[in-house]
């Protein structure tokens, strides 16, 4: 499986403009427009009165149908920090709220930002997040981050092992839990009556984000910008790959997972330009197999003349992944002896095709050619 590069919006936001810049050394902590924080945002060339600090959250929303940011920005305006909600359309990346953040009234206050840790959607289409200030992972409000009024939790800390997270993806429905601190993907099963840590899957690099697809799947990305897809209820790897073009300089990447048009969706976090300017962009990808090898037949049962054999392959993508649903067709090589009884099969769910040849009473040597047509989107 690989990613399919499908359209970048670059920049996606923008900072609030000053309108001009002040010639070095800057402008004075006070001066005749009163105080001024962070006076390099603005000192010559720079001219803007925002800078990102960090990106507290980011995920796909699915009542609203919008991908969302919460972003702590470095301000030249009291009290010299801001927490604002951007808001994207999941269609186009179009930034939804632009009018509403430039007027600096999307504010979502400093404790969503500062206590909230890497919310990401979860089932139930709820919004689930670790949080700073204690050991829960609590379902908390897509619009300010603040735990959700009755809303769902669950403490780690009060289960064997005891465990405090940073990132996790919550799946309610079948009582399952995948989440990480560290270097490892810890796969949590009956989260709601007696939890147990049934398997753990190594983390490549350090994590960056983690975001929910389904029951069965999640997305990972690291610090270098490599994205991964989990099983967390089998548990296993089902795919790697890595963003388009990774770049030294990027600071960090976010991921998100749009469950209606069924794409990943990657936040990259860049420095600003020379000016000032905000050069953060959006990226997306749609999950698509790759395919990687068709393996040889082998028989699985005996090789015994006269005897109807079974031959298995796999067909298999480029992160090991069983690809289905293909047709592979199979062809005897002249001089042929005996009889290819199914002469094409399709692949079953682990990318295993099974076809069945019939021996000649005599013992020979026959070659069985497989082969398989994947098109390329």
Known sequence: MSLWPLNTVAPCMEYVDNGSCVPPPGPPLWGPLGLTYNGQLITCPKHYRQST?????????????????????????????????????????????????????????????????????????????????????????????????????????????????????????????????????????????????????????????????????????????????????????????????????????????????????????????????CQHQLEFYYPMVKAGQLTQPVPVTSLKAGNHIILAAHLIGDAGEGMTPYTVAGEMISPVEGRLVTPFSGTELNGRVCLQYQAPNEACTETLKLGVTVEES
């Open 53 to 277: 600090n960090s990106v507290a959250n980011f995920f796909y929303e699915p009542g609203n149908d919008r991908i969302i940011a919460h972003i702590v920005l470095n301000t030249t305006y009291w009290p010299s920090w801001d927490v604002q909600r951007y808001e994207f359309n999941a269609e186009d990346g179009a930034w939804c709220n632009r009018e509403e953040a430039l007027a600096r009234q999307a504010w979502i206050g400093i404790w969503g930002a500062a206590y909230t840790r890497a919310a990401t959607m979860g089932s139930l289409g709820k919004i689930y997040a670790c949080r700073n200030s204690e050991t829960k992972i609590r379902e908390v409000s897509w619009e300010y981050a603040e735990p959700a009024t009755n809303g769902w939790w669950v403490d780690p800390y009060t289960w064997n092992p005891k465990s405090i997270y940073g990132y996790a993806v919550v799946n309610r429905i079948d009582n399952l839990l995948a989440a990480a601190a560290n270097w490892t993907l810890d796969c949590w099963r009956n989260i709601g009556t007696t939890p147990e840590r049934f398997a753990q899957l190594r983390l490549p690099n350090v994590l960056n984000y983690l975001a929910y697809e389904s029951r069965n799947y999640c997305w990972v990305i690291t610090q270098d910008g490599v994205i991964l897809k989990a099983d967390y209820q089998i548990p296993r790897w089902e795919m790697i790959s890595t963003v388009q073009n990774p770049e030294v300089d990027a600071l960090k990447y976010f991921i998100t997972y749009d469950t209606k048009r069924k794409r990943v969706v990657v936040f990259r976090q860049r420095p600003d330009a020379a000016d000032g300017a």
